[in-house]
Nanobody, 115 residues
Framework: VQLQASGGGLVQPGGSLRLSCAASGMLFSIRRMGWYRQAPGKQRELVASITSDGSTNYADSVMGRFTISRDNAKSTLYLQMNSLKPEDTAVYFC??????????WGQGTLVTVSS
């Protein structure tokens, strides 16, 4: 299983970014997938997840600003991030879930929100 995240970068407060995660070596369409993030000095936290049938959930801190989606034909997971804030600065990780929780992690992509 490989999860290749991309799309991070430097953005000003209020700006937008879209993260992508290309999955391989797995049957993507049947899996719950998600995005975690880890800011400096903080624990890794779940940002958003999406089930195989498209049901989503979000952390309260990103509700209404971030949108998780998936393209099963391309085996790709997305995270559209709008109205970014400095506190969104973190390394973002793509993850696959099994019944116990996250079981595979991507390498992470850095998002920096700063003026």
């Amino acid at each position: 299983v490989q999860l290749q995240a991309s799309g991070g970068g430097l953005v000003q407060p209020g700006g937008s970014l879209r993260l992508s995660c290309a999955a391989s070596g797995m049957l993507f369409s049947i899996r719950r997938m998600g995005w975690y993030r880890q800011a400096p000095g903080k624990q890794r936290e779940l940002v958003a997840s999406i089930t195989s049938d498209g049901s989503t959930n979000y952390a309260d801190s990103v509700m209404g600003r971030f949108t998780i989606s998936r393209d099963n034909a391309k085996s790709t997971l997305y995270l559209q991030m709008n109205s970014l804030k400095p506190e969104d600065t973190a390394v973002y990780f793509c993850t696959r879930f099994d019944w116990r929780g996250p079981d595979y992690w991507g390498q992470g992509t850095l998002v920096t929100v700063s003026s």
